[in-house]
């Protein structure tokens, strides 16, 4: 028995899961979580998404009008599909900081984060409304709003989780990173799972191969990335 211990304390993974709460693709990923093999140590990173965006010069989907419809019909099918509620709130985008920095003071935890992703997107409830936001601070025993988000420590987590995550490639949430290897988006969710299970699911010639295409055409950029003016 004590063999087996120690063999698996050898083969402990580390994962960061990168998120934001103004993704509802976040919050499908959340409710999954528990399917995650058990060698996995996970830390959740709360993330400003729109940082992201601003890192590599991107639009959301939320900004490009069809993307935005399409991004909701399909994240309520899925939810639905899961078995999940799933009632987006009455407006979106929105300012996700308060509620960022809310998961932070409040350690990031499982249950916290769990609370605020079902408030918004479970419950849909609004994130920029200040009463709303003062209930949700309560539930999680909060009662300094305000000061509690307001706390330098605060700002800077989430400021080092943002630019961690760059650092890492991640360029869009949710996203995990294990290994050194990126799995954006819900929708990789049963490839990370194979893969983890399996290494080899993406250690293939061909897979290694289209990895690292090189590209035939580029597209130019503009001088100033959107989102950084």
Same mark, same amino acid.
Request: proline content about 8%; glycine content about 6%; overall charge negative.
């Given at each position: ?98 509620? *960022?920095?809310? /998961? #932070?003071?409040?350690? +990031? ?5 769990? &609370? ?5 997107? !479970? ?21 300094? *709003?305000?000061? /509690? #988000?307001?706390?330098? +420590? ?5 400021? &080092? ?5 760059? !650092? ?62």
């Amino acid at each position: 028995a004590n063999s087996e211990l120690d063999r698996r304390v050898q083969i402990v993974r580390k994962a960061d899961w990168y998120f934001d709460f103004i993704s509802p693709y976040a919050y499908l990923q959340f409710h999954q979580l528990s399917r995650l093999p058990e060698d996995v140590e996970l830390r959740l990173r709360p993330t400003l998404f729109a940082g992201l965006l601003n890192y590599w010069g991107q639009l959301g989907p939320a900004e490009i009008p069809e993307k935005k419809r399409h991004t909701f019909q399909l994240c309520r099918w899925r939810a639905d599909r899961l078995n999940m509620p799933f009632k987006a709130p009455p407006r979106h985008p929105f300012n996700p900081l308060p509620t *960022l920095r809310l /998961a #932070i003071a409040t350690g +990031a935890t499982r249950e916290s984060v769990g &609370t605020i992703f079902d408030f918004l997107w !479970a419950e849909g409830k609004d994130a920029q409304d200040a009463d709303s936001l003062k209930i949700l601070a309560e539930r999680l025993g909060v009662h300094d *709003l305000n000061a /509690a #988000i307001s706390e330098e +420590a605060v700002k800077i987590a989430l400021r &080092t989780n943002t630019e961690e995550a760059c !650092a890492a490639g991640v360029y869009g949430v949710p996203s995990f990173v294990i290994d050194g290897l990126t799995f954006w988006g819900d929708d990789m969710m049963e490839m990370m799972l194979e893969w983890l299970e399996d290494p080899n699911t993406l250690g293939d010639p061909e897979s290694l191969r289209i990895a690292n295409l090189p590209a035939a055409a580029v597209r130019p950029r503009p001088s100033s990335p959107i989102g950084n003016k």
